[in-house]
Structures are given as C-alpha cells and as structure tokens.
C-alpha cells in the first residue's frame, strides 16, 4: 500500500505497511481501485456531456459518494468497496456504450473490474506511484484529495435536496484530467486553483442547504454535562441523519448528544425544540476510544470521523451511509428515504446513562449571519483598538502530539485578539478560559469544517465594511491546522477567494513536492508553523 492523504501519514512520507488511521494494506488497495474507476466514469460522463448528452443525478450520487468514502477514516469495509468498484465499472460500461466515439478513452474508462482477486491485480498498478513524475503526481492528488472533500460537502447538500449540475461537471471533469498525461504542470496548477474556486460554490452550496433547512446558526451555550437518562450519540457531520434521529427518539425517553464535529448542530434553530438533545460529549474524533467506551450508549457515525474501534463496545457502533466497518451494524437509507433508528433506541434503552467525564457549557454559533448581526458592535471593538487582531484557527484536530501548539498559541494570544473558528481544531482551546472583550467571546466558533465559509464570509464582509481593497489588507492572522481530505478543499477554496499568508500545520501536506509546495509559497504565501512562542513573536511582535 501506499497512502499519504492525510496529515498523519507515516513519517510524513506514506503509509505502507498499514495506516495509522488503522486502514489495512487490502483495504487501501481497494480504495485505489476505487478512486480509479471513479475517475473512469468521470472520463465517460465528461464525454458524454461534450456530446450533449445528459448526465442522470444517480450517477453523480455515484460519483460523490464513491470519493466520500475513500475519506480518511469513512470506510474499512472491504466488501462495501469491492462492491463499489464493481457498480461503478458497470456503470461505466453502461454509459460507454452511449458515447459516439469510444477512442482515446483511458484504461480506467475501459476496465471491468471482475471478481476481488481482478481488482487488487488491478489497484497494484493505479495507486498514488503510478506516476512517475513528482510534481505532476503531486498536483494530480492534491486535486483528487481536493475533490473527496468537496464531494463530501455535494453529499450534504444533496441529501437536504441542494445540488448543482455544474459542481457535479466540474468534479467529474477534474477527475478524468488527473488521469490525462497530455496535462502539463502549469494545466495542474490551473486547475488546482479551479478546483478551489468549485470548492467555494460546493461549500456556499451546503451553507445554502443547512441553512434553508435549519435556520441560521444562532449564539448557543451548549452543555458539555451527562443527564440520567440512556443517550445515543451521534458523529460526523450529517445533519439530515441528526434530525431523522431526533424525531424518533422524541418521547422515548432516549437522550440524544453530540460528539466531536457535530457539536455546531446545537446552534441550528430547528434542533433547538428537542429537549431531549441534550448536549455534546466529548472532544474531537481521535478522543472517540475512551470517549464512546464512557457514554456506555450507542454511537451513530454518519461521516468519516470513525477509528476502529475496540471490542469493548463495537458492539455499540452504527454506521450509515459511506461509513462502514466490518462487524459494526449499518443503518441503510439511500437520499430521500427515511432511516430507521429503531435499533439504536432500543439499544440505548438497554444501556446506561453515560458517565460524566466534563461539566460546564462551551458558546458557539457564530456563522456569518450571526456575526454579521453583531457587526456594528465588532467594527467598533476593531475601530477603538479594543480588538487588535482576528486569528481564523479554523481546521482539524488529530492525535499528533506536536498539535499541543494549538493550545499553547490560543493560551499565549494577546488579550486583544479574537479567534475564529471552525472544524474539530477548536477542541484544542474551545474550553480554555479566554474571556470575551467587551461582551464578544475571544473565540467565535462559527461550526463544522464546511463553515469556514462562513469564516470567508465574515472577512469579505468587513473587507466591505473597512472600505478596503484586498481581503489580506484586513488584521486577520490564518494559523490552520489540517487532518483530512475536507481541510485541502478548505484550504483550496481559502486560496481561490485570494486569501495569502496561510500558516498551515502541524505539518506540510506530504502529497506537496518540492516545487508544488514552492508554487503555493510563491503565489499565496503558504508557511508552516514553528514554535507557539516563535509564531506568537512573528504575528504579534
Ligand atoms: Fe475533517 Fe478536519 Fe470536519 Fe474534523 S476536515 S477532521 S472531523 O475538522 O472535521 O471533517
Ligand atoms: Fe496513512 Fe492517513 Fe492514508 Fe490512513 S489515511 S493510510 S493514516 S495516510
């Protein structure tokens, strides 16, 4: 095997013996497998497209869900892949068959898959090594990594009944180039950056979506406690299975609680109603295997945030949707069709109330159109001086020890900045005592990974407000911390939007070259991090 996707690959090299995310070298390999068919579609419908012809949404579906569960941390389930690879080399052959011309189609468009044994010959030859040169190598899968996320962030929307045809164009399209040998460096560059822009529309798409269906995320204190009663607890991101699960554990005298990035969903108006959802249990997603061994109730996983789990309570683990782990239960529904909790409530009832291991309450909700509705006040908290600077820490957390830094530089902030964040990074300071200046918390947790949005939104805004030319003119210091595939559509989209001066940890992506990575340090001025007291030195003096 051969994985470097996410920030905790081996060595910040690669992943070959076996992930540290507990994926296993057949599994990886399945994903290979994977990922190719996919882009093999995605030649297919691109040429399909050309030709005028329509492409059905359940092919997108396909499409979007297949890179979803190549995620890291979605999917080790190796016969849900296998049987993916096999849908999808059917499809592909299907639509083949509508396609004037035939001729120059790669051999990813062309492959039948076969049985298990045909498909592992197969991932051997078409993983990340394929390509023999750096730097096209390099940009070929900071675009694929580029489209899982924003594919996750399409499946959002999708499922609250937003998408949009050209998003779905576009990924197919760039999945096929990244197998095209014809592309020069500067063509990936190109549409590195084209791929960020699409980032932007897929990631005001879901704001657009989860907004339209839940309102807009309001101030909220939410419990960090345990009540008495049996709870289930719910992670990952999908917020359409958080409300299927709230209706049908109203009444039943099942609490329901948050862990990790589902936090922000107490901010949304339409959950507020549930007074059995309870509050959030927990850290972020690497804490889970103490975490889901103490709520002692069942766990539903609705995205990528799964770690395998230990015997004790894999008996406790669903997993719906792209999520998937050998042994563990699967609640199926496909979009649109109502999932049966069932199971779960009556598991729940058999458990007993999690053990407290935290009390208290943390405040978020400060998505743009709460924070633009405070604006008068925070324009004049940066006019009289009282806030120097904004930080945006938005990103990930992981099991990295170097990532103490985030904590270290929240602590060591000057009194007059204000954090903004989004994403599981806010679990390494969103508990720490930092006060408010003059009644606006020190840090705005705006939600999930996908509202940096609304971060970008926030600043394109008093952009406007300060009467300023250029986004990088306003007192805002990026310190981003990355884990996953999401983080790089974040990260790409940031750029699209024009905004330089990213510090980017705790490390480098390992999929940059050299030269890639001079690129991104050239035109946008992308640094790591170093010291917490170095860094603190750099940006504040
Ligand atoms: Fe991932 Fe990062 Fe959203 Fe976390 S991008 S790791 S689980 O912030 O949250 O999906
Ligand atoms: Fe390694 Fe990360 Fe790939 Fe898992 S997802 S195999 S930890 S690089």
Not at 96 to 118: H, I, N, P, S
Not at 414 to 422: E, G, M
């Given at each position: 095997m051969f994985c470097y996707q996410c920030q905790e690959t081996v060595g910040n090299k690669g992943c070959t013996q076996m992930g540290v995310c507990g994926k296993k070298p057949r599994t990886a390999a399945l994903q290979d497998a994977l990922v190719y068919a996919t882009k093999g579609l995605g030649e297919v419908t691109t040429s399909l497209r050309a030709q005028g012809a329509a492409v059905d949404h359940a092919v997108d579906r396909l499409v979007t869900g297949n890179l979803f569960a190549t995620i890291t941390n979605a999917n080790f389930d190796d016969d849900i892949l296998a049987r993916r690879v096999r849908e999808t080399c059917a499809m592909t052959k299907k639509l083949?068959?509508?396609?004037?011309?035939?001729?120059?189609?790669?051999?990813?468009?062309?492959?039948?898959?076969?049985?298990?044994?045909?498909i592992l010959a197969r991932a051997a030859a078409v993983g990340v090594l394929a390509t023999p040169d750096d730097d096209v190598r390099s940009l070929r899968w900071l675009i694929t990594y580029g489209l899982k996320g924003m594919a996750a962030y399409a499946k959002h929307a999708d499922v609250l009944g937003r998408h949009d045809k050209g998003l779905d164009t576009f990924m197919q399209k760039a999945l096929a180039q990244t197998l095209d040998n014809s592309l020069s460096v500067p063509d990936l560059v190109n549409l590195t950056l084209e791929t960020g822009k699409a980032g932007v529309t897929a990631m005001a798409l879901l704001d657009a979506a989860n907004t339209g269906a839940y309102g807009h995320p309001e101030i909220t204190k939410v419990d960090i406690g345990v009540g008495n009663r049996p709870g289930i607890l719910i992670s990952g991101h999908d917020l359409r299975d958080l409300e299927m699960l709230l209706e049908q554990t109203e009444g039943t005298g099942v609490d329901v609680y948050t862990h990790g990035e589902m936090l922000p969903a107490h901010y949304y108006p339409a959950f507020k109603k549930y007074s059995h959802f309870k509050g959030n249990y927990g850290n972020a997603w690497w804490r889970q295997k103490e975490e889901f061994e103490s709520f002692n109730g069942p766990v539903l996983l609705t995205t990528n945030c799964l770690v395998p789990p230990k015997e004790s309570y894999k008996d406790r683990i669903y997993t719906t949707d792209i999520v998937g782990f050998p042994g563990c239960k699967h609640i199926p529904g496909e979009v649109g069709e109502r999932k049966d909790f069932s199971a779960l409530i009556a598991h729940a009832k058999a458990c007993p109330p999690p053990t407290e291991i935290e009390r208290g309450q943390i405040v978020g909700g400060f998505a743009h159109n709460q924070v633009l509705a405070l604006a008068d006040k925070v324009v004049a908290a940066v006019k009289s001086g009282a806030i120097k600077k904004f930080v945006v820490m938005a990103g990930c957390d992981g099991r990295a020890k170097s990532r103490s830094y985030y904590t270290e530089f929240a602590e060591g902030l000057?009194?007059?900045?204000?954090?903004?964040?989004?994403g599981c990074a806010k679990y390494r300071y969103n508990k720490l005592d930092l006060g408010d200046i003059g009644g606006i918390p020190r840090v705005l947790d705006a939600g999930q990974c996908n509202d940096s949005y609304s971060l970008a939104v926030i600043a394109l805004k008093l952009k406007e407000v300060f009467g300023l030319e250029d986004v990088n003119d306003l007192p805002i210091v990026y310190n981003i911390a990355w884990y996953e595939q999401k983080a790089v559509i974040v990260l790409l989209a940031l750029l699209a939007l024009g905004v330089k001066n990213i510090h980017l940890g705790p490390t480098l992506p390992a999929f940059l070259s050299p030269n890639v990575a001079k690129v991104l340090v050239e035109q946008f001025n992308i640094a790591g991090i170093t010291t917490p007291q170095d860094d603190l030195k750099a940006f504040f003096g």
């Open positions: 083949r068959a509508g396609l004037a011309d035939a001729a120059g189609l790669t051999d990813a468009a062309l492959w039948e898959a076969g049985d298990d044994e045909a000057p009194k007059d900045t204000v954090i903004l964040t989004a």
